[in-house]
């Protein structure tokens, strides 16, 4: 199961860094995005493509996590040779990132 | 004092659409209407065209958009507030006052903030640059640009002398909302809760559309009605800075709990500490509520003392880029893509560009997520190879894309629909300047009643 069954993301940009929401469209599959979705995991998902730290900041109260993916736009939005250069796009390969279904969890119904 | 107040958010960037702020300021019941129209780089470039020309510097669409809007905004006693001034707000007032004039508007006021261009402070303290700490000097005759981000402050002191239109360079764009609630509601400077509660609204109208169902929409799982007639978003702000976000009925688009949470987190870093000039927001307390279709209540946020110095962005020349494109499809495609890169590179070895940096991208491939991340797609049935590279002189750019467009008669079989570009490159770094360092000032335009 990829991650966009579950939830949903938009990208930021700042400089040479990129912030990535994930947010669960409903909010009892936030502790299943809580589980999994590390900073490590993402981090490894994005390798090549991020080359600084990634960082991870939890909002339990909006089913969402945030993550802040540094040295992530060839240098900065406004020098990047990127075609993408504000890595608008990355938020959808963050929601390309494989989960499993752990122990019997199914993902709740519905929008 | 009103109970609430509702302000629309008009454009959330430069070249935005006109008609959602048309329609807000008609149906909108607005008491203000703002424009966020600065990204962090056309500061920069609007600063190199005030350099050919005194007169300008303002965003290019700032009278037609006033245009759409002014007389509306006359009509309703709808204020506005707009960051459209870019590198000379000066003279992006006095186009306001022509083009009140011409449309018969009497007695409109007319505000410009200065004070955030701070080059010559940058220059003079030569303040380290915080990516990597190396001093502003080191950018050398390459410096273009420093403007600092201006808070609140001067926007409430416009209207508090009565401004029926403000205009500024670079503020800090939740300002442009919390302008206008401090004026309103007369909070304090330090009333830090209010103030974060009142950044918060301004954060999450300041991309205008991003948060009525704009850039949301993935068919079957989010999906939004009508969003070629985006209706863009009112914000109703109480005196407890407690916020409601909705729309005009009837228009396109969709203000859910899912739209607000987006735009919420959208450029944040850490949620406890957003910073600003006028506040250091936490919107990690935030609860979102929809009380129906389109009304939605967010609240809970919070905020704690201001920093001390203000950001900068410095603009400076970072050297030149040039691009080529060219197409391949059917079978083979991609293999005849490839060929054509590997041919690219040699040329350019042979012919001696020298590269600060150089990609190959195969469009369709993987120029978006990374050969990583894309190496398990399978392959489509057409290709376009984007080779694109960094010199220090046009010259040189200009001869990566004429490679890439010799591919036609020296490269693979079935290439087509070649391309080529050049752009100098305007970059963009941060400094920290020391607020003492910083006056903003008021300039008044137009015919008084």
């Known amino acids: ?111 | 004092m009103k109970k609430s107040i509702r302000i629309g958010g008009g454009a959330g960037y430069a070249g935005d659409r006109i008609e959602p702020a048309v329609e807000l300021a008609e149906k909108g019941d607005l008491d203000y209407l703002i424009f966020e129209c600065l990204a962090e780089r056309t500061i920069a470039l609007a600063q190199q065209t005030r350099m050919a020309d005194p007169e300008k510097g303002y965003d290019p669409l700032l009278a037609e958009r006033m245009e759409a809007v002014l007389e509306i905004c006359a009509r309703r006693g709808i204020r506005i507030v707009t960051n459209m001034g870019a590198a000379n707000p000066v003279a992006g007032a006095r186009k306001i006052a022509e083009v009140a004039r011409g449309l018969g508007l009497v007695g409109l006021r007319i505000a410009a903030v200065t004070g955030d261009d701070v080059l010559a402070v940058v220059k003079a303290e030569d303040f380290p640059l915080t990516d990597g700490g190396e001093p502003v000097s080191s950018l050398g005759d390459r410096l273009l640009s420093a403007n600092a981000y201006l808070g609140a402050e001067p926007i409430v002191e416009a209207l508090a002398q009565r401004a029926d239109v403000v205009i500024t360079g670079r503020v800090a764009d939740p300002a442009l909302v919390l302008g206008p609630l401090i004026h309103e509601f007369g909070w304090s400077f330090d009333d830090w809760e209010r103030l974060g509660r009142g950044t918060l609204a301004g954060h999450l109208l300041e991309c205008a559309g991003h948060i009525t169902g704009g850039y949301f929409a993935d068919p079957g799982k989010k999906d939004v009605a009508d969003l070629a007639r985006l209706g863009f978003p009112i914000g109703e702000v109480a005196e407890d800075g407690s916020l409601v976000i909705t729309k005009v009925a009837g228009s396109g688009g969709r203000v859910s709990a899912a739209t607000c949470k987006e735009q919420l987190i959208y450029e944040v870093h850490d949620p406890r500490a957003y910073l600003t000039p006028d506040v250091v927001a936490d919107f990690s307390p935030v609860t979102i509520t929809e009380l129906g279709p389109d009304q939605v209540r967010v609240q809970g946020a919070g905020g704690r003392p201001r920093p001390s110095t203000l950001k900068a962005s410095v603009g400076y020349l970072d050297g030149y880029m040039g691009e080529g494109q060219i197409s391949y499809a059917g079978p083979g495609a991609v293999a005849r893509a490839r060929l054509a890169a590997d041919i690219i590179a040699e040329r350019l070895k042979i012919i001696g560009v020298p590269l600060r940096e150089v990609r190959y991208d195969l469009i369709g491939i993987d120029a978006i997520h990374g050969p990583g991340l894309s190496a398990a797609a399978p392959e489509p049935c057409e290709v376009r190879l984007r080779v694109v590279g960094r010199t220090d002189s046009l010259k040189e750019a200009v001869r990566i894309g004429n490679e890439v467009e010799a591919l036609l008669t020296c490269g693979p079989a079935g290439g087509g629909g070649a391309t080529k570009s050049t752009r100098e490159i305007v970059a963009m770094l941060a400094t920290l300047v020391p607020r003492e360092l910083v006056n903003p000032e008021i300039h008044f335009f137009g015919e008084l009643k």
């Open chain 1, 1 to 111: 199961m990829k991650l966009h069954e579950l939830a949903h993301s938009r990208a930021g940009d700042k400089g040479d860094t990129s912030n990535l929401s994930l947010i669960a469209y409903d909010p009892r599959d936030y502790p299943l995005l809580e589980e999994y979705v590390t900073a490590e995991r993402v981090r490894a998902h994005f390798a090549g493509l991020v080359h600084g730290e990634v960082l991870r900041y939890a909002l339990p109260g909006l089913g969402a996590l945030n993550f802040v993916l540094h040295n992530a736009l060839g240098g900065g939005v406004t020098r990047s040779l990127a075609l993408d250069a504000h890595g608008k796009c990355l938020s959808s390969a963050l929601l390309a990132l494989d989960i499993p279904e752990l122990d019997g969890r199914r993902p709740a119904d519905g929008v």
